[in-house]
């Protein structure tokens, strides 16, 4: 395996490596139907994901933070790069090999009531995937394990034949939570969970999804377009804008110590829980370019409060080491 970058890594036993990931969608159209666009939708996404802890990944919408999340599952073929999954060549595999792999890796959808199929009770919805994959030999143990599976969740056996429009939009997402849950994953893409719930369930569901990777020694992606809803939740932080990384760092440096001008700007937008403390809010003017004509040079110079230098807007600055515990970021001023 070609490895990634060393200074991607961190400490600790990889579970995944992701090398130059990369995802472009063909825009067609004309008189021919040819391809008349390409939308660079991941654009040389590189890290490790480390057994045990939660990457928080985050971004604006269409950044290319919930592409890249369906990507490493395979949900969405990439166009180019490298995944390894304990030491696997995920983008090397084929059918049945791959079926196997989805076992490991599951994934919670930010829309509860559209991800739960509407006709479905609720113990055949968690139920799915425990017959695909053959996990429980007898009818009682199929029940058993369901009426475990919403236990462990905080919903009852007596949710068991009800219907996804019957519960909430929190009881929905911890329904979404236990069918990722029943195939006894090691990794979950976390794709927004929580963005289409009320704050007060926010809390909830994150404080369940900690409970469980402790439970359990579960290893979370968890995507977010707003850094405070993963401040709390992530061992390290990777900020995305138009489809690369552009900041990453243990959630603490980041936090305290942000080094793009994106990150900073993202994170003065964040409230304080003290009211007398005062932070300045950095504007952030303009929309996110198009993805597909992206700007030249550093992609966020159109929009950067800081931005110094004739080479921001003619030369793509690097990802590159800036500090310590794996602080890397990609400016030209920064590092
Ligand atoms: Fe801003 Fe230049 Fe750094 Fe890009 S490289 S973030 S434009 S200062």
Known sequence: MSGVPDTARTPGQPLMRIKDLAKTFSLKGGLFGGETDRVHAVDGVSFDLIKGETLGLVGESGCGKSTTGRCLLRLIEPSAGEVW??????????????????????????????????????????????????????????????????????????????????????QRQRIGIARALAVSP???????????????????????LEDLQTKFGLTYIFIAHDLSVVEHISTRVAVMYLGRIVEIATARDLYTQPLHPYTEALLSAVPIPDPTAKRQRIPLTGDVPSPIRRPTGCHFHTRCPIRKMPLCASEDPKLKPAGPNGHMVACHLRG
């Open 186 to 208: 090691k990794l979950i893409v976390c794709d927004e969970p929580v963005s289409a719930l009320d704050v007060s369930i926010q809390a909830q569901v994150i404080n369940l």
């Open 85 to 170: 999954f304990e030491g696997r060549d995920v983008l090397r595999m084929g059918g049945r090999e791959l079926a196997a792999l989805r076992r490991d890796m599951q994934i919670i959808f930010q829309d509860p009531f559209a991800s739960l199929n509407p006709r479905m009770t609720v113990g055949a919805i968690i139920g799915e995937a425990l017959i695909i994959h053959g996990l429980t030999p007898t009818k009682r143990a199929f029940e058993d394990r369901i009426i475990e599976l919403l236990e462990t969740v905080g919903l009852g056996a007596d949710h068991v034949r009800r219907y996804p429009h019957e519960f909430s939009g929190g």
